[in-house]
């Protein structure tokens, strides 16, 4: 499904949130970086290296790693590192999130910019994310939501289940955008995604609504 609508997968993702999705990973990379010198930083679910490209703007000299399950993102990915001088900092990887090709503690930043819940189960996912973490390592996680406020998720779900499918099949060809509101919708809320990285290791567990809370920031770090 991603891999049809790799073309055109930054052109929808900038139009459908109104160009709000640039600024939701500039605030992510933001949270990211906690002042203190990084070396290796893992990018899940990287799609096409946007939030990766954040990364390295923010890091230094840190090596990012952004690994996504399908060649077809990875190598627009790899344009627009190229595009942007950072082909040198920015590492691509073809690999399963599920079973990480990376042994424990190899990275002290990861983040996961609207991948999560396309993952499952999503305790495994969590479980190698503690995995490949070091001890007091930073994760910061972007994930659509359902806002609390009842006006707003009514506006929220006339657009997100009723408009932004039929954009989203006009201009990619496919249905692949009302897969997006239907994993939105079973997603684990914000409460519920903290205590469940609580039982997998992580510490210090935040979370921060974004847009009126349809977008959600969290941030956390392993347990030492």
């Given at each position: 499904m991603f891999t049809s609508i790799a073309r055109r997968y930054d052109l929808l993702n900038h139009l459908l949130s109104l160009n709000l999705d640039r600024r939701w990973r500039q605030r992510a990379a933001h949270e990211a970086f906690d002042g203190r010198p990084r070396s290796r930083v893992l990018d899940l679910c990287a799609g096409t290296g946007d939030l990766a490209l954040e990364l390295a703007r923010r890091f230094g000299d840190a090596r990012i790693v952004a690994?996504?399950?399908?060649?077809?993102?990875?190598?627009?990915?790899?344009a627009k590192s190229r595009r942007a001088g950072m082909a040198n900092r920015i590492y691509p990887v073809c690999g399963d999130a599920l079973h990480l090709p990376?042994?424990?503690?190899?990275?002290?930043?990861?983040?996961?910019a609207f991948g999560l819940r396309n993952l499952f189960p999503i305790e495994k996912s969590?479980?190698?994310?503690?995995?490949?973490?070091?001890?007091?390592?930073?994760?910061v996680i972007l994930e659509f939501a359902l806002p609390a406020q009842r006006f707003w998720?009514?506006?929220?779900?006339?657009?997100?289940?009723?408009?932004l499918p039929k954009i989203g099949k006009w201009i990619s060809g496919t249905?692949?955008?009302?897969?997006?509101?239907?994993?939105?919708?079973?997603?684990?809320?914000?409460?519920?995604?903290?205590?469940?990285?609580g039982k997998r290791g992580f510490a210090d567990v935040q979370w921060h609504p974004l847009t009126g809370g349809t977008v959600a920031l969290y941030t956390a770090r392993v347990a030492r």
């Open positions: 690994l996504d399950f399908l060649e077809p993102m990875l190598e627009r990915g790899r990376f042994r424990d503690h190899s990275f002290e930043v990861l983040t996961v969590l479980a190698e994310m503690a995995r490949v973490i070091q001890p007091g390592g930073q994760i998720r009514w506006l929220y779900g006339l657009y997100f289940f009723r408009i249905s692949a955008y009302s897969y997006l509101a239907a994993s939105v919708a079973l997603f684990p809320q914000p409460e519920r995604l903290c205590e469940m990285l």
